[in-house]
């Protein structure tokens, strides 16, 4: 045990002189100059610290394969990461005489020797920090763009006792969730309210579908109708384990009460794992539900619609993508595939309004049947890709909400040096019209929320819509 307790205090000794250690000169970093980066090949290797060269990769890749990276004013970049730099700093309570934005004069590349300049100069005075200034400073980067689909994935961490297939958070869904928060949160409206109550504290504390949410960590939801960031406390992640207290208020009883729920793993409904759900409707339509564009996602609907059209004649399809939160394009072609070919799906174009042209897969046996498609806000990506062309190409109709509008691009992972991947789109979506969805969204044919007391009862108002025009 002695020997042990020795190594490891010498060993700690080694890391605290290493973490202490000023930053190398930009001639002593080895190979940390390369700014190349590539698609990824292969499983990356174990994650290493993120450090200044790390940053200059991810800069200049973004500069070099993001889709308006030639157009784009690279000192906004800069300009976001030195913003995230003092800040922490500051929250630290320091500040550093040093950490003072250098003059940027729009040569990317002269620009970056002054950032990083000052950059080692700051990280130097404040050591123990320079780990955690590497991360929020790329991270403000990354967010610098704008862009929904742009991401850099470090640091996954799971919960200790996380078994595949787990949620983790408050255990609830609301009307308001997932892209909405995170991605285009202008498109919100109220009221704010629990939709689902999928398990763990939210169903110990007696929730219910349909209960309205008037305040959050005492912060109202909305003000003067528009959303505010106090949504985005209903759904921590891991490992944020901060309390979150909601003012409810049940509109059958006229009940207002408050509760504080824990976020933790909770065990989700196994149904609510399948990416594929169907069931035979009166009159012969086929309902099913698809809760992403996974691979073979277009297949598996193929096959629900066959079992269900063994034996009997089929009136129509309804297609649930409420939920769906997107995934691979390819998928979302081949399902379109299935209502028509020879269409032209989407355009993917450069800044300089060089497109390429999404096809049907004309390979697809057609399906031959009326189709609606239920979408809601949480529609997003490669969804919206799919419902744009429905709507587009008249295909079928869209009953339900507008679509969430997080479709800036199909994204590309790229491979960073210490192995983590920076993901940003290589071009801009349009619709088959041409038009731009990102921010806006694909609107229904027929508008048909679903409100509170909808949810409370289980009734489902965009699906009655759908079976209705089927029907005509």
Known sequence: MTVIRTVAAGLALLLAAACTAPAPPRGEASTAGSTVCARPQRAPGAETPTTIDVIEQAYFCILGNYYSGATLDARSLLTAGFVALTQEVNRDGRDVPEA??????????????????????????VPDLRDKLAVVTLEAMVAGLGDNHARWSHDAKRPPDYYDGDGYGLGLQANINGPQVNGNPGVAVPPLFVTTVQGGAAQAAGLRAG??????????????????????????????????????????????????????????????????QSKLLDDGIA???LRGFAPDSATRVF?????????????GVVLDLRGNGGGSPTEAIRLLSAFGHGKVTAYQCTV??????????????????PLMVLTDRSCASACEHFSSAVKDLRLGQ???TRT???????AQSYLLRNNT?????????LGPNREVIDRIGVPPDHYVPLTPKDAAAGRDPALAKALTLLHK
């Not at 729009?106 to 005075?125: C, H, L, P, S």
């Not at 969430?404 to 199909?410: D, H, K, L, R, T």
Request: charged share 25%.
């Open 421 to 429: 991947a920076l993901g940003f789109p290589a071009r801009h979506h």
């Open 352 to 369: 300089d309004g060089k497109c390429e042209t999404s096809w049907t897969d004309d390979t697809v046996e057609l399906l031959g049947l």
């Open 404 to 410: 969430a509008g997080v479709i800036s691009g199909p």
């Open 287 to 289: 309902y099913v539900r």
């Open 100 to 125: 003072g934005m250098p003059a940027l004069t729009g040569d990317r590349k002269a620009d970056w020797a002054a950032f990083e300049g000052v950059y080692r100069k700051v990280t130097d005075q």
């Open 398 to 400: 869209l009953v339900g």
């Open 211 to 276: 209960d309205i949410i008037e305040s959050i960590n005492g912060s109202a939801p909305f003000i003067d109708a528009k959303a505010t960031p106090a949504i985005a406390a209903l759904y921590p992640q891991y490992p944020e384990a901060h309390p979150v207290r909601l003012r409810l208020l049940r509109q059958s009883t006229s009940r207002r009460w408050s509760v504080t729920l824990k976020p933790g793993l909770f065990q989700r409904d196994l149904a609510a794992l399948q990416v594929v």
């Open 303 to 315: 096959k629900a619609i066959s079992r269900l059209r063994t034996g009997r004649t089929l009136t």
